[in-house]
């Protein structure tokens, strides 16, 4: 079992630049989530899906989106890079949402760096 | 709005050595906890939860209580390894939305 797979592993990026990071599951899991990972600060939820076809704004959501085509992907998208946005990048998924266990299992993640 | 407050790091013990990590949270009603670890150049995986007030939550040889009275969920383990070296993440679940709300995380470094 795979799991959650996320690509690319890194990049360095140019600031303006428009960046998508992959995330695919094959647990057949409901909700998925992407999180950015920044020293001292935790991971902060960015957006998130309850169930394919619909999406929602986490705590950081600002130069960010995101779509949810299918069960299984989950990309998001930087449309023009900035370097605050230099950060690790975890995708996660869970069964369900509301009322699930809360459960939520972490992809390896990106770092991306932006210039 | 909910949050989780963690002891700061990095904390460095021993080999053996008894472990307490520290996290508090705030939050209406009662959430469910949960205890996350991330091994060097991994992502997180979860490591032990509990659902309401006095469940124990325990994997691996570490523990935590859920105390409503402190709002607490401290981590513990007896003898700590060299492989428990990692980052400690607490979180709590927010409301109805399986959104998980994440401290800022404790480094652990155990020396031989």
């Known amino acids: 079992i795979a799991g959650i797979t996320q690509a690319p592993t890194s990049q360095i990026l140019a600031a303006g630049r428009r960046m998508t990071l992959r995330c695919t599951q094959d647990?057949?899991?409901?909700?998925m989530y992407w999180y950015r990972q920044d020293l001292g600060l935790g991971l902060r939820l960015i957006h998130y899906?309850?169930?394919?076809?619909?999406?929602g704004k986490g705590e950081v959501p600002d130069g960010y989106s995101v779509s949810r085509a299918n069960t299984d992907d989950f990309p998001l998208t930087l449309a023009s890079a900035v370097p605050s946005q230099t950060s690790v990048y975890f995708c996660a998924s869970s069964e369900g949402a509301s009322g699930s266990s809360g459960t939520q299992y972490f992809g390896p993640g990106t770092r991306l760096t932006v210039l | 709005g909910d949050s989780v407050t963690q002891m700061e790091g990095p904390v460095t013990l021993s080999e053996e050595a008894f472990l307490t990590i520290n996290c508090t949270y705030t939050?209406?009603?009662?959430?469910?906890l949960f205890w996350y670890v991330q091994y060097p150049g991994e992502g997180l995986q979860l490591l032990l939860k509990?659902?309401?007030?006095?469940d124990k939550g325990s994997n691996k040889g570490f523990e935590a209580t859920y105390r409503k009275e402190t709002t607490s969920f401290h981590l513990e383990k007896g003898s700590v390894q060299v492989s428990d070296s990692a980052v400690y993440f607490c979180?709590?679940?927010?409301?109805?939305?399986?959104?998980?709300?994440f401290g800022a995380g404790t480094r652990l470094a155990v020396h031989p």
């Open positions: 939050a209406t009603g009662y959430p469910s």
């Open positions: 979180a709590l679940l927010e409301g109805g939305y399986n959104k998980l709300i």
């Open positions: 647990m057949r899991h409901n909700a």
């Open positions: 509990a659902t309401k007030a006095d």
């Open positions: 899906s309850n169930t394919a076809g619909t999406t």
